[in-house]
């Protein structure tokens, strides 16, 4: 049976040593400190993204077509330029442009030696994975207002990574909901580029205040009781495994210091 491993947004604060060497594109499996980078001139086309100075989508193996990559660029942008700034009044002066969503696909996880192959490492390597590039390798965002959508082919699972201040907006409840509608491009007969398409265009909608939560009654906010400034924040994500019969809830209490 095709599982598809769906998990909730979550910040984390995560150590990595960053590889000095060049990834190699046709790797099978990559980890998490060596995935390149999409807006690095020079790392484009490890990210499968030839003849393009930058991109928002890092899709190595090519899992989709280039054509599909260049929608997804289009409609990130489309984002970028068509929300507002959610930064300082200063920040948002100098740059206007609002939420950074960006992509990363993968075969496979590389999982640290020795590890567990089950269900539970597979998610923890998935979150542990968006989360490096969404904090520390990528960080495209100038205030927290950046986005990671993670996909692992091979192991099934897909990851969003939010920044601190997108959270305020897109939460954890969001998130979920609009993945689970996406849920069936990522089965059996997929079609990952529609299901990233829809994805990306839910979070654009409850950026710009056009997506209605059928759970929520509305769009999105921090939840109650979320701390929004500074200091340690205690953010709770939800982790889905989806079947043809039932999905299981996992929950998992997480804190991050800025």
Known sequence: MNHLLIVGAFLAVCMSTLAQDSPKKDKEAWHRSEFPRPQ????????GRRNKASSWVCDP??????EEANQLDVLIGQTRNGTKCPCSE???????????????????IETD????????TRLNDGKL????????????????????????????????????TAFKVLNHNLITEITMEASNYFGPNRDIARGL????????????????????????GPRSGQQTAGGAQAIQ??????????????????????
């Open 197 to 220: 398409r829809h994805i990306i265009s839910g979070y654009r909608n409850v950026f710009l205040g056009r997506y209605y939560s059928t759970k929520q009654g509305g769009g999105g």
């Open 113 to 120: 030696k020795d590890a567990d192959d089950d269900v539970h």
């Open 40 to 47: 690095m001139r020079n790392e484009t086309r490890l990210c």
């Open 129 to 164: 994975f968006a989360s490096i590039l969404e904090i520390r390798r990528w960080n495209y965002g100038r205030c927290e207002e950046d986005i990671v959508i993670f996909y692992s082919l091979n192991d099934n699972v897909l990851y969003t990574s939010v920044g601190g």
């Open 61 to 66: 193996a090519n899992i989709i077509s280039y």
């Open 90 to 108: 200063w920040e948002c002066i100098r740059n206007k442009l609002g939420y950074t969503i960006s992509v990363a696909l993968v075969p496979a």
């Open 237 to 258: 994500s939800q982790t889905f495994m989806i079947t043809s019969l039932a999905a299981v809830t996992l929950t998992a209490l997480l804190y991050t210091q800025h």
